[in-house]
């Protein structure tokens, strides 16, 4: 391994002096212009996580929900999932090191990870349809082939159509086949299997509008129409030819500003959705006959395939370990739906889908979605075979039965959260189910709820503990919180710091709106912190309307329900 050649390399991707990135939970983000050297030293730690695992590792050049003018980079591991908690560490110290470092830097990650140099590496890459993508993009090529890696690169993909690519490459072809036809074909053919069972056939049910936030939604949508057409009519909005990717429209801003996405015309019990910018979240929506605007989040899609996948087993008459994978902001109503309705255990995880993916991979079915629209199904392959076999054994309805889990399976991307797989996946189950959006929204009542996020001086001030729910740090946070909520039915609250910015998250729900206004008039919670950046106030106050976050630098007003 040529070290000197990578510096040489290096140079023509230089890093900003002083300039210090971390590696998240997606990776990293941040303005395009910023990104060149961070793509470069992504292709090379990707060589060499390829050369460790000795698999194909995925690059995936995309910003997800960000504005148009950012990008980003994430790792993808061997079986289409997030970089390992180890490499991310090694992801952040490869990006902050100034370009003398680089040679000591990568000969540590090496020694430390026990990396033969002699080991062939493969990497295939993917970006989406910002401007800034095609450059950097090149430069992650760039990195891996200074390294003397080989590479594919699939050019123009969702990110969940790229964690499929890898999880098929290193499966041996049990999986799928690593192309884009063969994602095509295998989620086309696994909802045509299940629709074509459906009692219910009317317009109402095989249409679907889908706001797919100027992204690459958008284009793989339009690529896979004419596989499933005469299952489901898909109208497509905000589809790139016009607007800018994720502005005023998107699974974010739709779920953040509770309102359809500008550029899509909604009539009155219409079935729509939202895509975010690389197509790996998805939330419903759809307005009542009074102009009423309803949300279906990731809570109520987890809770209706929970349902369906519950009621097959039933059926065939197996007893599966199935399980459901929330975290701390899920809707208190679908926790205690799915636990005391359906009898189905609900584990909660720390914010961040690869937290989510690696608890559900504990059960024989385990569904985990976040209430933002990002998750999916896992079936251990152990289940996948057992199905499968039932599925051409069994006779009459249990057979039936086998049959369409037998298919579910297959449609779901097990690999990551995929919009397009989410929505076939759901669109399918309607039609068997017969349920219209609004009797599926009906499925439980959410409580009222508000989030909101504040930027401080330190976050590291706060610290948490039971998935994020309590609060450790500062002394007497937590012991506040519990004073406040217990004054009101069904009232639950949390503050966590964010992973990696100086923002605090705040979550709060109650039994109804009275709560808050009630909390608005008659209670707060104070206290101070002093830091190393400098002394500020927290405050938590219940309101509805007027409210304001202040710190020691800033005061801004907002609409949410919580001061901090």
């Keep these: 391994m040529d070290l000197e050649a990578v510096s040489k390399r290096s140079a023509f991707h230089a890093k900003p002096q002083g300039l210090i990135l971390q590696y998240g939970t997606a990776g990293f983000r941040t303005n395009a212009q910023h990104l060149d050297h961070i793509m470069f030293r992504m292709g090379l730690l990707a ?31 061997p079986l289409g999932e997030m970089l390992a908690p180890t490499w991310e560490e090694h992801a952040t110290c490869l990006a902050s090191a100034e370009e003398q470092d680089m040679p000591r830097v990568l000969t540590a990650i090496m020694e430390k990870e026990a990396v033969d140099p002699q080991q062939a590496a ?21 990195g891996v082939t200074v390294l003397g890696g080989q590479f594919h690169d699939y050019g123009l993909l969702t990110t969940p159509q790229l964690h499929y690519m890898v999880y098929c490459r290193n499966s041996g072809g049990r999986y799928g086949k690593a192309t884009i036809e063969g994602y095509c074909q295998k989620l086309s053919k696994a909802f045509v299997e299940l629709t074509k069972q459906a009692s219910c056939s009317g317009d109402e049910n095989r249409s679907v509008k889908v706001d797919c936030a100027n992204g690459i939604g958008a284009l793989k949508l339009k690529e896979m129409e004419h ?5 489901l009519l898909v109208q497509l909005f905000n ?17 953040s500003h509770q309102k359809p996405p500008q550029g899509m015309e909604m009539k009155s019990d219409e079935r729509c959705c939202s895509f975010d910018g690389d197509a790996d979240r998805i939330v419903y929506y759809y307005r009542d006959a ?18 369906f996948l519950k009621d097959l087993l039933l059926e065939i008459g197996e007893s599966l370990n199935m399980g459901v994978v929330q975290t701390a902001y899920a809707n208190g109503s679908s926790t205690r739906y799915l636990e005391e309705v359906m009898k189905v255990p609900v584990y909660c995880t720390k914010t961040g889908v690869k937290h989510l993916h690696h608890k559900a991979q504990e059960f024989d079915i385990g569904v985990y979605f976040e209430a933002n629209g990002h998750g999916t ?40 959260g995929d919009a397009i797989s989410d929505m076939l996946v759901i669109e399918a189950i309607l039609a068997l189910k017969g349920l219209t959006v609004q009797q599926w929204d009906a499925i439980y009542v959410d409580l009222p709820n508000r989030q909101l996020k504040v930027k401080v001086a330190d976050r590291r001030v706060i610290s948490t503990t039971n998935a994020e729910r309590q609060a450790l740090t500062p002394p007497g946070l ?24 100086d923002i605090v998250r705040v979550y709060a729900e109650a039994d109804s709106q009275v709560s808050w206004e009630q909390g608005r008039r008659n209670h707060s919670c104070v206290w101070n912190l002093t830091t190393a950046k400098g002394f500020f106030k927290i405050e938590i106050k219940i309101e509805c309307t007027g409210t304001y976050i202040v710190n020691s630098y800033q005061t801004v007003p907002c609409c949410g329900f919580l001061r901090v």
Aim: proline content about 2%; some cysteine.
């Design 47 to 77: 060589v060499l996580r390829s050369k460790q695992t000795k698999s194909t590792i995925g690059v995936m050049v995309t910003a997800s929900h960000n504005p148009e003018e950012d990008n980003g980079v994430k790792l993808i591991d």
């Design 122 to 142: 493969f990497v295939v890459i993917g970006k989406d349809t910002r401007p800034s993508s095609e450059k950097l993009s090149q430069s992650v090529i760039d």
């Design 227 to 231: 596989y499933f057409s005469q299952g």
């Design 239 to 255: 589809d790139g030819t016009e607007g800018r990717l994720n502005h005023l429209c998107g699974a974010d801003f739709v779920k």
């Design 290 to 307: 009074d102009g009423h605007f309803h949300l279906i989040d990731g809570d109520k899609i987890a809770t209706l395939i929970s349902s």
């Design 377 to 416: 199904a896992l079936f251990s392959e152990a289940v996948e075979v057992k199905i499968k076999r039932l599925a051409q054994e069994l006779q009459d309805e249990k057979g039936k039965a086998a049959k369409m889990l037998a298919s579910i399976i297959d449609l779901f991307n097990q690999a990551t």
């Design 478 to 501: 937590q012991e506040a919180i519990n004073d406040l909520v217990k004054k009101y039915k069904l009232a639950r609250a949390f503050v966590r710091p964010s992973g990696t910015e």
